[in-house]
């Protein structure tokens, strides 16, 4: 999954519920049990997420939803091997653009 958002400082619970076509209550839940996770909130307590919360939101939703990950095994693979794994999510999200790119050439032909 490759979430496209628009290019924006901060993005509200709504906009990353939809994205990531999930409930909100579940972004709220990963907020709690995933530290990495800070979004910003406001006088009303209104979370606004960033750019960073996003890419460890797309990483999470990658080892839970995707990989299969219990959210124990998640916590623990983004502690003892954060970087490693991170550095392999980045390179397959970037071959998925370029696959979605080559696709759309080659039905353009």
Not at 17 to 34: G, P, Q, Y
Not at 47 to 66: A, G, P, S
């Amino acid at each position: 999954m490759h979430i496209d958002l628009p290019e924006k400082r901060y993005y509200s619970i709504g906009e990353v519920a939809e994205a990531f076509d999930v409930n909100t209550s579940l972004i709220r839940f990963w907020e709690k049990e995933f530290d990495v996770l800070k979004p910003k909130k406001n006088a009303k307590g209104n979370r606004k997420f960033t750019q960073e919360d996003i890419k460890n939101l797309e990483f999470i939703y990658y080892l839970v939803k995707e990989r299969g990950f219990t959210l124990e095994g998640a916590k623990t693979h983004l502690k003892e091997n954060k970087q490693k794994t991170l550095s392999r999510f980045e390179i397959i999200r970037k071959l998925e653009t370029v696959k979605a790119e080559l696709l759309k050439i080659k039905d353009q032909l």
